[in-house]
């Protein structure tokens, strides 16, 4: 009997250890706080537009107003998610959220709760975004008005589970490579938007079958559902110059002088074209300079 309640008691510490590796909360700092100054809103404007936020964030009305609603289906190999509302109602979206929230939600995939975002949402690629950057684009979003629009509840497997997340970004972290270090700040800037920012390896990235990108296959062009992603990589961005890759990213223009279609042609018309001749500059580099030799 002794040696049973020995057995057990090691196994319950175990299990407590191994509990609290996958569920502890991320240490968020008390102090952070959201600027409701015109600069910061300025920023954290463009960052929403740089981050391509629209593009899966849009209202199925076509509102204007209603720009960052939510609702747009997202389907996957492990069902189909909805992206919810991100206008500052207090009911239906995040105008209850404070600082720690966004940092927690964009950097660790984490509700205000404490429970699991989906990796439908890129948590993964933001959680290389400065503090800064985040608390920018909190700064922006809580000055948009508030839309009351609860987007639909994921439509999942019987299998998946919130709390299986917690498992999944574990697994994940063992094939995340460390963060890359440039001296070049061009070549930082791009890797910092096509990474972080601009989430480019999302789409672009394959997948194995848990759904953990493939990242020595970085930009190898991938399958959402049943849309075939083409690749940006070194091979398929052979012929390409940093010029006609900037073009690309400001008019869709392609080198053989056909232009993007799909999904593909909203994310330049409300993300790449939209970027500063600078930050344009700095991801043409990254995959025209860096990436391809890289690869």
Not at 66 to 83: M, Q, R
Not at 165 to 170: D, E, P
């Amino acid at each position: 009997m002794r040696r049973r309640n020995i057995v057990l008691a090691t196994a319950l510490f175990a299990g407590g250890l191994i509990a609290l590796w996958l569920f502890i909360p991320p240490n968020i700092s008390s102090s952070a706080q959201v600027s409701n100054s015109a600069e910061a809103i300025a920023r954290g404007e463009y960052l929403i537009t740089a981050g391509g936020c629209i593009s899966c964030h849009r209202g199925q009305t076509g509102k204007t107003s209603e720009a960052l609603s939510g609702g747009l289906a997202l389907e996957t190999d492990f069902g189909i998610f909805y992206a919810p509302n991100i206008t500052p109602d207090d009911q239906t979206g995040i105008g209850n959220w404070q600082a720690a929230d966004f940092i927690a939600a964009l950097k660790h995939g984490r509700t205000p709760s404490g429970n699991f975002y989906y990796p439908a949402f890129p948590y993964r690629a933001y959680a290389g975004l400065s503090d800064e950057d985040v608390l920018d684009m909190a700064a922006y979003l809580l000055s948009l008005e508030p839309v009351g629009y609860a987007a639909p509840q994921p439509k999942l497997p019987v299998w998946l589970f919130r709390w299986t997340v917690a498992g999944w970004n574990k697994m994940a972290d063992l094939s995340q490579p460390s963060q890359e270090q440039f001296e070049d700040e061009m070549l930082a800037r791009g890797a910092y938007l096509a990474r972080n920012l601009g989430h480019c390896g999302e789409c672009h990235t394959p997948r194995n079958d848990m759904g953990i990108p493939d990242f020595t296959r970085e930009y190898a062009g991938a399958e959402i559902g049943e849309e075939v992603i083409e690749a940006i990589d070194a091979e398929a961005l052979e012929e390409w110059t940093t010029n006609n890759f900037d073009i690309f990213l400001l008019l869709g223009l392609k080198p053989e002088g056909e232009f993007v279609g799909g999904d593909m042609n909203e994310v330049i018309e409300h993300n790449t074209s939209k970027l500063t001749d600078e930050d344009r500059d700095a991801l043409a580099a990254f995959f025209t300079r860096h990436h391809a030799v890289e690869d």
